[in-house]
């Protein structure tokens, strides 16, 4: 076990990744489940093996059915990747992912991501949408 590094100061962000190998990805899909999550407890251990700054993407963008079961082992995932400085970003675009998340009060610290590049990029979903939105209504004035 490699010890975490302390954060210079723990208000500041964590920094991107310069490069997008930086990161490090785990991906789900069908039904994630009592019965299943097993698979994505072990796929996210071994996304944070080693020592150093983890830098995490978890792909949940193909999974059909969500419950809680996925809360605990993304907290800690979370704990962990803070813990080291890093950061885990959540790519999905599921109402249900959503609700789950809403529901064991982890929709703020799991804001949803369009896709692996926007979660690299810290470009939430909703600030996507945003984005296009504004572009459409200066698009259409100017």
Do not use: K, N
Not at 58 to 81: F, M, N
Not at 105 to 122: I, N
Request: hydrophobic share 40%; with cysteine.
């Amino acid at each position: 076990m490699c010890p975490h590094p302390e954060p210079a100061d723990p208000t500041d962000p964590p920094r991107a990744p310069a490069l997008f190998d930086e990161c490090r990805m785990v991906r789900a899909h069908g039904e994630l489940d009592l019965t299943t999550v097993a698979l994505l407890v072990h796929a996210l251990e071994g996304a944070r093996a080693g020592c150093g700054r983890i830098f995490l993407i978890v792909d949940l963008s193909e999974v059909t059915i969500p419950d809680g079961s996925i809360l605990r082992p993304l907290h800690e995932a979370w704990d962990d990747c803070r813990a080291r400085q890093g950061w885990i970003r959540v790519v999905h675009t599921s109402p249900g992912i959503d609700l789950v998340l809403l529901g064991g009060g982890l929709l703020g610290r799991f804001p949803a991501y369009a896709s692996a590049q926007d979660a690299w990029q810290g470009i939430t979903a909703s600030r996507r949408a945003t984005g296009r939105w504004t572009q459409q209504l200066g698009g259409a004035a100017g």
